[in-house]
C-alpha cells in the first residue's frame, strides 16, 4: 500500500520578542553659576565733598555703565544738581550723602570688573590714552560701546580728547520730525557727542558737539544749546528754537550767497538746538569783537561785510535779528558768520500778535518802551535779548507799532558796530572826531556809521514811502552796505 505524504507544517515564522523602550535617563540640569556678588560700595569718612565743577563717576540707571557728570551745585532743597559731561543732560542725586554713595559704588564698580572691562573705563575716564593701534585697547572698545559709536571713532581718529572720550562712553541720539511740502513727515536723526562746555547763559548751557547722521561714520562739528530746568529758560529757549526753525527753512528754500554768512541750525527740538559751528580756514573760532585788536582793518572789514550780508539776507525775507553785534559775527572762511539769532522779530511775529509793547526796565537797560515775546502773545518771562551798547529798544518798538520799517534796528546796530570798529582802531576819539592819524577811508565809514544810526530819519527809499514823491538821496538800502564796506576794506593795506 502506498503511504500517504507526510504533511510537515508550515514553520510559523519566528516571533521577536518586544523589547522593552529604553528609558533614557533625563539629563541632569547643569549648576548654574552663582551670581555675582555685586561689589559693595565702601565710602571713606575722611571722603571730601565734591565741590561745583569737580567731575564724578557714576553708574547710569540706565545700562549700567559708569558715566562722568560735572557738579553743577545745589538746589533749595539741598539735592545735587549734575550734568552729564559734554551734554547738557542733567541728573540730580539727594544729597551730598547720597552722591558719594554713588560715587563710591562707581569706584568698586571699576574695580570688580574683568581686565578688558576694567581697561574700557580707564580709557572713558581719560586715565589712559585710547590706542587705535593696540589691540587690547580695541578689544576693550568693542567690548563696551556700541557698534554705531566705535564705527565712527575708528573713522575719525583725530578728533579731540573731549569728542573722543564722549565717542567711548556713547553718543546721544537726537530725532526731530517735520512735514515737507507734500504733506508727508520727515524723521530726522543725528547722534551727538559732546565735547568741552563753551559758556552759561541766563538761560541756558552751550556746549562743543561733533554729530553724524544716523547710520554715517562722517562727522560734522556744531554747537548744541540745552535750557536751563526754569520756565522763563524754557520759555526763552521755545523763541530761539522758533527762531532756529525760520532760519533752517531759509537755508533750505534760499540757498543762495547770503545764507553762507547766517549760522545754519541742523537740528530743533523743544530740549536741544544744534547748530552746525562757524569757524576759519583754519578750524579755529574767533569774533569780530574779540579780534579787533589782532586783525588788519582790512581783514576786519571784510570779515564785517559777511555778517552784514547775512544779516540783509534775513531782512530779505522779513526778520530781524535784533542782536547785531560785532560779539555775533564769527570769523568764516569767506567773511563773517552771523550768529546768536535767539532775539529774532519776524514780520510774522508782529502780524500774529506774538509780539506786544510795554512799559519796562530790565538788567540796566533803560528803554521806556521794551519788546516782550511769548507764546500766544502772553508776558509770561522778562525776555532781554537786546544788547543796548549797539541796539535801540525804541526803534524796534517803533517798527513794531508799523511806524518804521523792521530793518531800522539793524541798521542802527550796524552803525555803531562801525565806530566800534572805528574807535577801537584809534581812527576816531570817544567823541565821534576823527584823529589826527586817521587814515583817508576812516572819513568815508564815519560818514557810513553815522547815516545807517540816522536811518529813522530816512526810513524809506521813497519820501514818505510814497514813489510819487521822488527818491531820498539820503536813504541807506541794507543791501548794498555789505558791497560798500568790501569795497573799501580794499583799499586798506
Known amino acids: ?172 541720539d537726537l530725532t526731530q520730525t517735520s512735514v515737507n511740502e507734500k504733506g508727508e513727515t520727515v524723521t530726522k536723526t543725528i547722534r551727538t557727542y559732546g565735547g568741552r562746555e563753551l559758556g552759561q547763559g541766563a538761560y541756558g548751557v552751550v556746549v562743543e558737539v561733533s554729530y553724524v547722521e544716523k547710520g554715517s561714520t562722517q562727522l560734522k562739528s556744531g554747537v548744541m544749546k540745552n535750557p536751563h530746568n526754569t520756565e522763563a529758560a524754557r520759555e526763552n529757549f521755545a523763541h530761539e528754537g522758533s527762531a532756529a526753525k525760520a532760519i533752517l527753512d531759509l537755508h533750505s528754500q534760499y540757498p543762495e550767497l547770503g545764507a553762507q554768512h547766517l549760522i545754519k541750525p541742523v537740528f530743533v527740538s523743544d530740549s536741544a538746538i544744534v547748530y552746525e559751528k562757524a569757524m576759519d580756514r583754519n578750524g579755529k573760532t574767533s569774533n569780530l569783537e574779540k579780534g579787533v585788536a589782532d586783525m588788519t582793518s582790512r581783514d576786519w572789514l571784510l570779515q564785517f561785510a559777511g555778517g552784514v550780508e547775512g544779516l540783509a539776507f534775513m531782512q530779505q525775507h522779513g526778520i530781524s535779528h535784533n542782536d547785531f553785534k560785532p560779539g555775533n559775527i564769527v570769523v568764516g572762511p569767506e567773511g563773517g558768520i552771523l550768529i546768536d539769532i535767539g532775539s529774532k522779530v519776524s514780520v510774522n511775529d508782529i502780524n500774529s500778535g506774538k509780539v506786544q509793547i510795554r512799559d519796562h526796565s530790565s538788567f540796566g537797560v533803560p528803554l521806556s518802551h521794551y519788546v516782550t515775546q511769548g507764546k500766544g502773545g502772553t508776558e509770561k518771562a522778562d525776555w532781554v535779548g537786546q544788547d543796548p551798547t549797539y541796539n535801540n529798544g525804541h526803534l524796534l518798538a517803533a517798527s513794531v507799532r508799523g511806524e518804521l520799517p523792521l530793518d531800522i534796528g539793524d541798521k542802527f546796530a550796524v552803525g555803531r558796530s562801525l565806530q566800534f570798529f572805528l574807535v577801537s582802531k584809534g581812527m576816531i576819539d570817544a567823541n565821534g572826531n576823527l584823529t589826527a592819524n586817521a587814515p583817508p577811508q576812516a572819513l568815508y565809514l564815519q560818514y557810513l556809521s553815522s547815516g545807517l544810526m540816522a536811518a529813522s530819519q530816512h526810513p524809506y527809499e521813497y519820501y514818505g514811502n510814497n514813489p510819487a514823491h521822488g527818491r531820498d538821496p539820503l536813504y541807506i538800502p541794507l543791501s548794498q552796505v555789505n558791497v560798500w564796506i568790501s569795497q573799501t576794506a580794499l583799499s586798506f593795506p
Not at 551670581?35 to 571730601?48: L, R
Not at 540707571?61 to 559708569?66: A, E, K, Q, R
Not at 544738581?81 to 571699576?110: C, D, F, H, N, P
Not at 554705531?148 to 573722543?164: G, H
Open 1 to 172: 500500500a502506498k503511504s500517504k505524504p507526510e504533511i510537515k507544517p508550515e514553520p510559523k515564522p519566528e516571533q521577536k520578542a518586544k523589547s522593552k523602550p529604553e528609558i533614557k535617563p533625563e539629563p541632569k540640569p547643569e549648576p548654574k553659576p552663582e551670581p555675582k556678588p555685586e561689589p559693595k560700595p565702601e565710602v571713606k569718612p575722611d571722603q571730601p565733598e565734591p565741590q561745583v565743577g569737580q567731575k564724578v563717576e557714576l553708574v547710569s540707571p540706565l545700562d549700567g555703565v559708569v558715566e562722568t557728570f560735572v557738579v553743577k551745585g545745589v538746589d533749595a532743597n539741598g539735592k545735587v544738581i549734575l550734568q552729564l559731561e559734554g551734554t547738557g543732560i542733567t541728573r540730580t542725586v539727594e544729597s551730598m550723602a547720597a552722591l558719594k554713595y554713588e560715587m563710591a559704588k562707581a569706584s568698586a564698580q571699576r574695580e570688580s570688573a574683568p581686565p578688558t572691562e576694567k581697561l574700557y573705563y580707564k580709557i572713558a575716564s581719560g586715565e589712559v590714552k585710547l590706542d587705535l593701534n593696540n589691540p587690547e585697547h580695541v578689544e576693550a572698545m568693542k567690548s563696551k560701546m556700541a557698534p554705531e559709536d566705535f564705527a565712527v571713532l575708528n573713522a575719525n581718529p583725530t578728533v579731540s580728547p573731549e569728542i573722543q572720550a564722549s565717542m567711548v562712553r556713547g553718543g546721544v
